[in-house]
């Protein structure tokens, strides 16, 4: 049974920085392309980063670039985001998905087969 789960949400200040975890059982990740997306309330879950291979470069929404930084690590079977520079408009639900490797740039949410719960981060101004 697969199973992603988001941790280390939360409350930050604006201009501020929070990290972002995803542990993965049941899969491997390097095995996936791998990625966040967030959804904020009343508004479609929005593309954030992904590692489309399991190596190589991520890719980034051009909101975020810049500012967050996706990271893995295999060997923890983890995928990561680090927000800084958080702005209000960063407020909403993040999830981490896996999907088949190679997606198309940027990744739409149906080519991911598994989702977490989501980890709510709120930016106050």
């Known amino acids: 049974q697969v199973q992603l789960v988001e941790s280390g949400g939360g409350l930050v200040q604006a201009g501020g920085s929070l990290r972002l975890s995803c542990a993965a059982s049941?899969?491997?990740?390097?095995?996936?392309?791998v990625g966040w997306f967030r959804q904020a309330p009343g508004k479609e879950r929005d593309f954030v980063a992904v590692?489309?291979?399991?190596?190589?470069?991520?890719d980034y929404a051009d909101s975020v670039k810049g500012r967050f930084a996706i990271s893995r690590d295999n060997a923890k079977n983890t995928v990561y985001l680090q927000m800084n520079t958080a702005i209000p408009e960063d407020t909403a639900v993040y999830l981490c998905?896996?999907?088949?490797?190679?997606?198309?740039?940027?990744?739409?949410?149906?080519?991911?087969?598994?989702w977490g719960q989501g980890t709510q981060v709120t930016v106050s101004s």
């Open positions: 998905a896996a999907g088949p490797l190679g997606m198309s740039t940027p990744p739409k949410d149906h080519q991911f087969n598994y």
């Open positions: 590692f489309r291979w399991s190596g190589g470069s991520p």
């Open positions: 049941g899969l491997t990740f390097s095995h996936y392309a």
